[in-house]
T-cell receptor, first 111, second 113 residues
Framework: GESVGLHLPTLSVQEGDNSIINCAYS??????FIWYKQESGKGPQFIID?????DKRQGQRVTVLLNKTVKHLSLQIAATQPGDSAVYFC??????????FGSGTRLLVRP | EAQVTQNPRYLITVTGKKLTVTCSQN?????MSWYRQDPGLGLRQIYY???????DKGDVPEGYKVSRKEKRNFPLILESPSPNQTSLYFC????????????FGPGTRLTVL
């Protein structure tokens, strides 16, 4: 499949452990944030989103935390599984039509 | 099956030879967008379209053109490709709402020699 990045920061976790992926965003005006998962050879896939009037949102096995004071997002994955191995991107939306992606983090799950 | 399709998936071409990458969605989405993905840079927006005949530049539009004559199609045109346009390209679409989920195509790997 296509390589999505040769110099990505990598997080390696043991299967069953929790994973935390961090992201700093740039635009104070952004009011909507999204986490995407990209598997090898595929396009990004929506995981979870959060609006700027919230500081936490939970999905199935995933939680997103937003700290607007320091412009920081994190994605927590509970009980990480081999199928979670992928590149994860945060994205911010400073306007209705623009989406700005971070550079991504590679998650490797050790069996 | 609801999806975004791109063609071709892989293309090797030479400098200056005009090419078009097609994008089509079957979800009746108003909004469509093109991104390029380069190592260490994440995805960067090239052009987007809010609806038929309405397009606008993203962050890296130089060297690209788009058109939106029909709702389902949003082709990306490289009139005179150059080696710095070698990249992985993604098309995406969503409904008009700000927080509607954006669906991505499978990607097109373009190499310009």
């Amino acid at each position: 499949g296509e390589s999505v990045g040769l110099h990505l920061p990598t997080l390696s976790v043991q299967e069953g452990d929790n994973s935390i992926i961090n992201c700093a965003y740039s635009n104070s005006a952004s009011d909507y944030f999204i986490w995407y998962k990209q598997e090898s050879g595929k396009g990004p896939q929506f995981i979870i989103d959060i609006r700027s009037n919230m500081d936490k949102r939970q999905g199935q096995r995933v939680t997103v935390l937003l700290n607007k004071t320091v412009k920081h997002l994190s994605l927590q994955i509970a009980a990480t599984q081999p199928g979670d191995s992928a590149v994860y991107f945060c994205a911010e939306m400073p306007s209705s039509y623009k989406l700005i992606f971070g550079s991504g983090t590679r998650l490797l799950v050790r069996p | 099956e609801a999806q975004v399709t791109q063609n071709p998936r892989y293309l090797i071409t030479v400098t200056g030879k005009k090419l078009t990458v097609t994008c089509s969605q079957n979800m009746n989405h108003e909004y469509m967008s093109w991104y390029r993905q380069d190592p260490g840079l994440g995805l960067r927006q090239i052009y987007y379209s809010m609806n038929v005949e309405v397009t606008d530049k993203g962050d890296v539009p130089e060297g690209y053109k788009v058109s939106r004559k029909e709702k389902r199609n949003f082709p990306l045109i490289l009139e005179s490709p150059s080696p710095n346009q070698t990249s992985l390209y993604f098309c995406a679409s969503r409904l008009a709402g700000l927080r509607d989920t954006q669906y991505f195509g499978p990607g097109t790997r373009l190499t310009v020699l």
